[in-house]
């Protein structure tokens, strides 16, 4: 008896959402003096700035994300006009922030500050969602979908992608 074997091939779709964090899930613009200590290169505003949402509730519905496939990213600017010793304190602050705040990611970008977004990305997925409250970088995500957090709620509307699925 002859046993033929059949390579069978999974197609998976790779599926991201990308998250700025000042403005979008992290109030920077908040803090007091934030742009003065920013020109001072003081990482201060970085680590005190105040969640933008509830970051328990957010990082529930990534992490129920994350169990349907998805990736979570980090994409975010560095402080414009900066040394390397300071977006270096820039990128520990942030994640220090997002390590104080719960919240679980799979990437961490810190990009020098007017980068093209989606070069951090860029033909690693198949679906990349952005969520960032700058319109013009909103408008320049040239690989899927965007939110814009000040017009909607994230939690809202990340839930949506799950809703779809069920």
């Not at 020109?39 to 970085?46: D, F, I, L, V």
């Not at 860029?122 to 952005?130: E, K, M």
Request: charged residues 30%.
């Amino acid at each position: 008896m002859k046993i033929t074997y059949i390579k069978s091939h999974i197609v998976t779709t790779r599926r991201s959402i990308n998250f700025d964090m000042d403005g979008t899930i992290a109030d920077l613009y908040g803090v007091k003096d934030w742009l003065a200590l920013l020109r001072s290169e003081n990482p201060t505003p970085y680590r005190t700035a105040a969640p933008m949402c509830d970051m328990a509730e957010l990082n529930e519905v990534c992490e129920l994300l994350r169990a349907e496939g998805w990736e979570i990213n980090i994409i975010t600017w560095l402080s414009k006009d900066s040394s390397e010793e300071y977006k270096n304190l820039v990128r520990e602050a942030k994640r220090a922030w997002l390590e104080e705040q719960g919240f679980h990611y799979d990437h961490f970008h810190g990009v020098q500050y007017g980068a093209t977004k989606a070069d951090s990305v860029r033909d690693r997925y198949d679906v990349s969602i952005l969520v960032d409250d700058n319109e013009k970088v909103r408008n320049g995500w040239h690989l899927g979908a965007t939110i814009d957090p000040t017009a909607v709620n994230i939690i809202e509307k990340l839930s949506e992608l799950l809703e779809k699925r069920a």
